[in-house]
Each structure stands twice: as structure tokens, then as C-alpha cells.
């Protein structure tokens, strides 16, 4: 089982789609390669760790153990009952209540985190040779 890290914007104004919904633990998507990268990586059990910005700086905020993986192909019924944003979406997360969690204090997401997350991959020659920032 592999884990995704998806990053989120706050919504400005009360009527924003409210993306992921820590009180419900859903999280949807309908971009294409979201959807892709979701339906190859995550599975029931799996882990969705979800981050943001606040001042330039990124936070790990929340994370869901995987309960459920919906489809609008093969879940239409069960997605439109939602009672969150993510019933407008093509594929739906829903977190398990007892083994999910919102953070009280965000994890900084920063260098020392990412080197002892090595399943991202990061190439820090991009960062030492001027090319792309540590952000």
C-alpha cells in the first residue's frame, strides 16, 4: 500500500468548495491526473497525508487512513449521498473516523521531514545547483 500527499488551499470565502472536509474525512477530485495517481497508489488502508501553505511556509495539517475509495463510475449512488463538496467529484476518499487525524499542531513540511519520507523522491542536486527552491 503506498500513501499520497495532497496539498490544499483554504477557501477564502464561505460559499469555496471545501476540499478536503476534515469534519466528514472526505477528500474528491475530478482533474484527470489526480484521479489517475489516486486510483494507482491508494487503496483501503492506505495513507492520504494532506498539506498547505500559511505564510511560505508548507504544513502537514491532517492525514486519513483510507476507509473507502469511491468511483462515480461504480459508486454514483453512494457519492451523490455525500453531505460534502466532494459529491460534485469523480472519485471520493473517505477517511476512517478512528484512525484518521487532524493534527492539533501542523507538522512543519520541510527538509528534515522530506528526508525521512524517501518515498518522495526528492532530488536535492535541483535544490544545491540554483535550479529550484527548497519549497
Known amino acids: 500500500m503506498a500513501s499520497l500527499m495532497i496539498k490544499y488551499i483554504q477557501p477564502d470565502k464561505i460559499n ?7 469534519t466528514f474525512l472526505t477528500y474528491g477530485d475530478s482533474d484527470p491526473k489526480k484521479i489517475q495517481a489516486i486510483e494507482r497508489h491508494i487503496s483501503q488502508g492506505s495513507y492520504v497525508f494532506f498539506h498547505t501553505s500559511y505564510k511560505d511556509q508548507a504544513f502537514i495539517t491532517a ?13 454514483a449512488n453512494e457519492i451523490d449521498c455525500l453531505r460534502t463538496d466532494s459529491s460534485n467529484d469523480q472519485i471520493v476518499i473517505l477517511g476512517n473516523r478512528e484512525h484518521s487525524k487532524i493534527l492539533t499542531f501542523p507538522l512543519p513540511f520541510d ?3 522530506v528526508d525521512n519520507l524517501p518515498s518522495l523522491n526528492i532530488n536535492w542536486n535541483h535544490v544545491t545547483s540554483g535550479r529550484q527552491s527548497e519549497s
Open 16 to 22: 469555496d468548495h471545501i476540499d478536503p472536509n476534515f
Open 63 to 75: 492525514y486519513f487512513y483510507v476507509e473507502k475509495v469511491l468511483t462515480r463510475n461504480e459508486n
Open 111 to 113: 527538509k528534515r521531514v
